[in-house]
């Protein structure tokens, strides 16, 4: 399963594929004890590779969600506030102040299965028909904001990682 996760990941972004490579070239040259770098090495790259891809997993996830939504709620995603956010394994929580200044509490299920609910009216009564209420839109986009911002941090890490930094 991993190795396939890895392959699909090195298919898709060929520079973090050289990243590795290089870095494990680099420690073969200038390391007497190899062994002992390379199973470290080979951990945290496993466990780089695992974050990258559960990110891209949910990142694709939130397209999915976002298709699906009707454009009149897309249009009032804006502005609505998020009193609380949570990114777990299992599902992405949050709590938005409604219109009528009452707090919903809001779900993006991810695993085991996909799925959203939301406590307000519009989800209770259209969420079948219509599509998901603009609360649940609204955390799909911001989580796709939030996952792109922990891509961007994840370059630094590639970088740290080939230089050594936090294998060391
Ligand atoms: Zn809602």
Redesign the pocket.
């Known amino acids: 399963m991993l190795k396939e996760q890895i392959a699909k990941l090195a298919k898709e972004n060929p520079a973090l594929q050289d990243e590795i490579l290089g870095l494990i070239q680099k420690k073969k040259a200038s390391t007497p004890n190899f062994d002992t770098l390379h199973r470290s090495a080979t951990r945290e790259i496993v466990g780089l590779l695992r974050w990258v891809t559960w990110l891209g997993e949910i990142s694709d996830l939130m397209d999915r969600l976002i298709s699906l939504g009707e454009i009149n709620r897309m249009g009032r995603i804006e502005g609505v506030p998020l009193v609380s956010y949570s990114l777990q394994v299992d599902a992405i929580r949050a709590v ?1 102040n ?1 219109s009528q200044d009452s707090d ?1 509490q ?1 779900r993006i299920t991810t695993h085991p299965k996909s799925g959203h609910h ?3 009216l ?2 209770k009564h259209n969420s079948q028909d219509v599509g998901p ?4 839109l609204m955390l799909a986009v911001e989580t796709k904001k939030r996952i792109e911002e922990k891509m961007g941090e994840l370059d630094l890490s590639v970088a740290e990682i080939s230089a050594g930094v936090i294998l060391v």
């Open positions: 938005v409604g919903y809001v939301c406590t307000c519009d989800w209420c603009k609360h649940v």
